[in-house]
């Protein structure tokens, strides 16, 4: 068993990170972007299975162009985000199990 509690500050940049914890069982993955413009911008995120995954994000074009990925397994997605064109051209994928999978986008 790999279990993993991962938080990630991403305020410094972090522009085409990849962050993969889709082979952690059972942890959550804490991701915040803030305070600079164009933050993770092109990120690649997988979250965990039977784990949370959150990701909050403010700053302007912030974590834009970027692929997130839940589990089917996930037990939740939430993802907070502000500032102009957040998200823009970003494509997210909610978990799919229909036990599981709370899925919040908060824009």
């Known amino acids: 068993d790999r279990q993993a509690s991962n938080a ?15 082979q952690s069982i059972g ?3 804490t991701i915040t972007a803030r305070n600079k413009t164009q933050v ?18 403010h700053a302007d074009q ?4 970027s692929i997130i990925i839940a589990d089917p397994q996930t037990t939740s997605l939430s ?3 502000s500032g102009n064109q957040v998200l ?4 997210i994928t909610c978990p799919t ?4 999978g709370d899925c919040s986008v908060s824009v």
């Open 40 to 57: 993770m911008q092109g990120a690649t995120i997988k979250c965990p299975p039977n784990g949370n995954c959150s990701i909050t994000c």
């Open 62 to 65: 912030g974590c834009s162009d």
């Open 27 to 29: 942890g959550s993955l």
């Open 79 to 81: 993802i907070i985000a």
């Open 97 to 100: 199990n229909i036990n599981h």
């Open 8 to 22: 990630i500050d991403a305020s410094l940049g972090c522009n085409h990170i990849t962050v993969d914890a889709s």
């Open 88 to 91: 823009a051209n970003s494509n």
